[in-house]
């Protein structure tokens, strides 16, 4: 059984959400308020004749292709959909629009309530908790302020497992290092 626009308008009206059925394109408009997203505007839409749902959140960055620190943006995004559940990043190479996406096969399966609360309200955290603030930091820095807090764990997880003095004996070699401490780009 085919998903509709239908009964993603009702799904969204059991919550009482503000919407739009675009029924020409197959998709449904709506839109939440976010502190990391100016404007948070989330498209549902509807591809293979309801088989196929794609929830998206268009146009969340600036031009990315005109910023300084690009390939840390980009490469931060593809971080980010590795580290994370259903949610993934697209670029369009035209016309410079960042988007995320969670994509969701049904086939011959209804969609339920259950399923679509879960896709919608994982895009909006994920977005709007997890990726926005760092992808801000980058786009301004070019350092992701996740990065330094995921070389700080394994800074502890290291601590417990090494013998004594190791630490110290690395953080020596790294800082004698002509390459200022840093360790070679992968």
């Not at 996740?146 to 190791?166: A, N, S, T, Y």
Request: aromatic share 6%; glycine share 4%.
């Amino acid at each position: 059984m085919a998903t509709t626009t239908r009964q993603i308008a009702k799904f969204l009206d059991n919550h009482h959400w503000k919407y739009i059925v675009d029924e020409d394109n197959f998709r449904v408009l709506t839109s939440v308020e976010a502190d990391n997203v100016e404007q948070f505007v989330i498209v549902i839409q509807l591809h293979e004749d309801g088989k196929f749902l794609q929830l998206y959140a268009p146009r969340l960055l600036g031009d990315v292709q005109e910023n300084q620190h690009q390939e840390s943006i980009f490469r931060r995004l593809l971080a980010l959909s590795w580290n994370t559940k259903m949610l993934q990043w697209e670029s369009d190479l035209i016309d410079g629009e960042v988007r995320a996406v969670i994509e969701f096969p049904l086939g011959d399966a209804p969609l339920t309530q259950k399923q679509f609360n879960h896709c919608l309200s994982s895009l909006i955290h994920l977005v709007e908790q997890v990726a926005m603030p760092r992808i801000k930091a980058v786009m301004a820095t070019g350092i992701d302020p996740g990065e330094r807090e995921l070389g700080e764990r394994m800074l502890l997880m290291l601590q417990e497992i090494v013998p004594e003095g190791v630490l110290e004996l690395l953080e020596s070699a790294l800082t004698a290092r002509p390459s200022q401490g840093r360790l070679a780009s992968i």
